[in-house]
């Protein structure tokens, strides 16, 4: 083979390989762009159900407070018996452990 042939080949395939190289490299990049965007994207939804579901427990929270305020207004005297058992229950609890 002479020289000029095989820098002609040589040329040939190392312009093949930087070709192969740079379109791997944009691959690689388009891939971590998709993989970026498909975290960002999860990263919004999950806030999203996590504002939903904070929402939803304050929610449930104020109503489970109106109702034990109602209870408390229509059951007074129930409401300090219980009240004072669970007082009661606490300090024998944890008078125990002393």
Known sequence: MSAQH???HGG???STLRQQSTKIVEDVRELGQM???SASEKAHELRDRGTAALEAGRSRTRAARHDLEQFVR???????AIAAGIGA???YRWRGRA
């Open 6 to 8: 095989e820098d002609m």
């Open 12 to 14: 040939d395939a190392g």
């Open 35 to 37: 993989a970026l965007d």
């Open 74 to 80: 229509d059951h007074p005297l129930r409401s300090l």
């Open 89 to 91: 229950l606490l300090g």
